[in-house]
């Protein structure tokens, strides 16, 4: 399993905010996202400012933001705005 870490024949690993191989993770609603965070510490009332997180050469939901700890659910390949409907958070245009 491979959290955050791009690999390089010639350089040593490196820690990335995103998959290696994937692009930037611009937050539009039609955005994949491939896992979903099941921990119960990390369900909170509101999404914190980043619940986007690279995760396994994807991308992973957790509404906490948080960076341990998660229960990670595959979610089929689902969109933002649906992985944000089953949360039940709002889904508004840009986020």
């Known amino acids: 399993m491979r959290i ?3 690999l390089h024949a010639s ?24 896992y979903l965070c099941a921990s119960q510490e ?3 009332p509101e999404d914190a400012a980043r619940p986007v997180i690279a995760y396994d050469g994807g991308w992973g939901y957790c509404p906490a933001g948080a ?5 990670w659910r595959a979610t089929g390949g689902r969109t933002l705005a649906t992985v ?3 949360m039940g958070r709002r889904v508004t245009v840009g986020t």
């Open 84 to 86: 944000r409907e089953w």
């Open 67 to 71: 960076t341990t700890g998660h229960d």
């Open 4 to 6: 955050g870490y791009a």
């Open 42 to 44: 990390h369900q909170v």
């Open 11 to 34: 350089a040593p690993p490196r820690w990335s905010d995103e998959p290696a191989g994937t692009p930037e993770f611009t937050g539009a609603v039609a955005s994949v996202i491939d």
